[in-house]
């Protein structure tokens, strides 16, 4: 399909998602690989679809923390 390389990632999440984010790592982990792939592709789709309707808005918020959508 396309070239693919391995990430180690480590980010702060409450304990109870945590917790449950490990259980699906270690009875399948391919399962989770998908849903981040899924989350980032998402995620670029939805700025790539944002600079197209606003260039400069996504500028000017690209060195700010991202918003919440559900917001």
Do not use: C, K, N
């Not at 998602?17 to 989350?39: C, F, M, N």
């Not at 939805?46 to 559900?70: C, H, K, N, V, Y």
């Amino acid at each position: 399909m396309w070239d693919t390389r391995s990430v180690q990632l480590s980010i702060d999440l409450p304990v109870q998602l945590a917790d449950s984010v490990e259980e699906v790592r270690r009875h399948d982990p391919e399962y989770l690989q998908r849903v981040i792939r899924y989350g980032m592709a998402r995620r670029e789709v939805f700025q790539a679809l944002s600079r197209q309707i606003d260039p400069g808005a996504m500028m000017e918020s690209s060195s700010a923390t991202p918003a919440d959508p559900t917001a």
